[in-house]
């Protein structure tokens, strides 16, 4: 892997720490309530108010994250926002939450994006494939691991803060 990155001129691990520093300062500095922005991507057929989370698989890891817990903290800020953790009734969309911590557990990204059913929003699955990633904002967060659960789970939380915002924005015009 590392012969990879090197041949591609890609960051050694290195350069990477310091990048994943920074991206957490300048994430911290940010702070209080998300502002909402409309995109079209987010605007869903159907009751906005309900909204699948889908977690995806996360590997044992040093803060001791599983992915019970995210998704439990997932569900708990969609209920906060007035919005059911279901399935929609013609599963046409669903919120996909990806957790991923570094090999050996020291660094970690979180990200959450909608997802919708192509053939559901008329487009050929033929053609884009069964499922769809359109224009939205972008909602992730870089972090150390290795500090506690709760770290993790506060970055899954301000994350889920910022889409929340946008989502309900998207769908409310």
């Known amino acids: 892997m590392k012969k990879q990155l090197k041949k591609r001129g890609g960051l050694s691990k290195v350069r990477l720490f310091p990048c994943l520093l920074l991206c957490i300062f300048l994430g911290g500095l940010t702070g209080g309530e998300a502002e909402a922005k409309k995109f079209s991507g ?6 906005y108010r309900i909204l699948e989370p889908i977690v995806s698989e996360v590997p044992r890891n040093k803060s001791g994250v599983s992915r019970e817990d995210i998704l ?4 708990q800020k969609l209920w906060e926002s007035g919005i059911k953790p279901d399935r929609p009734r013609n599963n046409t969309h669903y919120l996909d939450v990806d957790l991923v911590i570094l090999s050996k557990g020291t660094a970690f990204s979180v990200e959450v994006s909608l997802k919708k059913m192509s053939q559901a929003y008329g487009y050929d699955p033929r053609e ?15 972090g150390n691991a290795g500090r506690s659960k709760s770290y993790v789970l506060d970055a899954v939380d301000e994350v889920m803060d910022e889409f929340l915002a946008d989502y309900k924005d998207s769908n409310l015009r």
């Open 128 to 142: 884009v494939g069964p499922i769809l990633k359109l224009p939205q904002g972008r909602y992730g967060l870089f």
């Open 72 to 75: 439990q903290r997932v569900r």
């Open 42 to 47: 987010l605007k869903v057929h159907g009751d």
